[in-house]
């Protein structure tokens, strides 16, 4: 007879996993699942995506902007010789950030610092919060 | 010296969550070339330190952020990179380089003049 205990038995791990969940820092809970990791910040006129993307020139990454989201595409080359250890991630990548408002296409800017990217996207003017005055009789 | 290590104290006391760094290790007829991610590190908050054979990289890495703006999704923050490593023998230690650019670290560990490979000539009489 053979009792199947699986979902059970999975139950302590999945307890386990869920408290270390709980653990981790909240904010930075989905480092490292998808590369190149990206920070979104919002404020009233503007969007802010940073990505760390190490060893690229601006040049060399292609951020693309269609359809209300932005794209950042590139390869990271391989470097030539005998490897002893490699562990940085080399080849194509892309990721597709959706922004869920209007952007002023011609304002976005782009540059890169310390391996980090920062994109400067400006929500466009029907986007921004507005005051409505209202008259009263 | 002694103010390097104050300021080594000093960011392990912020008890910023520490990393190690993705780090390639690649063998050229020069020498050793060590290449290290370390998006984020700035060259005054990069430490290599070098004790008998045990070379030491730390470096700190703050992340921009926006005054006054919401995070909205976030999947990397301040951190510490740190790692060593033991070099051999055959490394030259009086030359060892390092150069940070666009965070990547690339160190340079040329090979001692004696551990070149080198020809013999043989004599035959």
Redesign the interface.
């Known amino acids: 007879m053979v009792i199947d205990f699986s979902t059970f038995y999975d139950f302590p791990r999945q307890l386990d996993r869920m408290l270390d969940e709980m653990w981790k820092?909240s904010?930075?809970s989905?480092?490292?699942?998808s590369y190149p990791?990206?920070?979104?910040?919002?404020?009233e006129t503007?969007?802010?995506v940073?990505s760390?993307?190490?060893?690229?020139?601006i040049d060399d990454i292609d951020l693309t902007l269609s359809d209300g989201s932005l794209q950042i595409k590139g390869k990271r080359e391989v470097?030539?010789?005998?490897?002893?250890?490699?562990?940085?991630?080399t080849g194509l990548f892309q990721r597709v950030i959706n922004l869920n408002v209007p952007v002023d296409v011609d304002k976005v800017k782009a540059r890169?610092k310390?391996?980090?990217l920062?994109v400067v996207l400006p929500k466009s003017e029907e986007a921004k919060p507005k005051k409505i005055s209202i008259e009263a009789e | 010296m002694s103010n390097e290590k104050k300021e080594l104290k000093k960011t392990q006391e912020q008890g910023l969550p520490r990393y190690s760094p993705s780090t390639d290790i690649i063998e050229r007829e020069d020498g050793f070339h060590i290449y290290m991610d370390m998006p984020g590190v700035q060259k005054d908050e990069l430490y290599i330190d070098l004790n008998d054979n045990e070379l030491t990289v730390r470096g700190v890495s703050r992340t921009k952020r926006p005054e006054k703006a919401n995070n909205v999704h976030m999947e990397f923050g301040d951190g510490e990179y740190a790692r060593s490593f033991t070099i051999s023998d055959v490394v030259d230690q009086e030359n060892i380089k390092a150069a940070l650019d666009n965070g990547v670290l690339e160190l340079t560990l040329p090979k001692a003049e004696r551990a070149k490979p080198r020809k013999i000539e043989i004599q035959a009489e």
């Open positions: 820092p904010m930075i989905q480092r490292r699942q990791p990206v920070n979104i910040h919002e404020d503007n969007i802010y940073y760390e993307i190490p060893g690229m020139n470097a030539k010789g005998n490897f002893y250890r490699q562990e940085r991630p890169m310390d391996g980090v920062d």
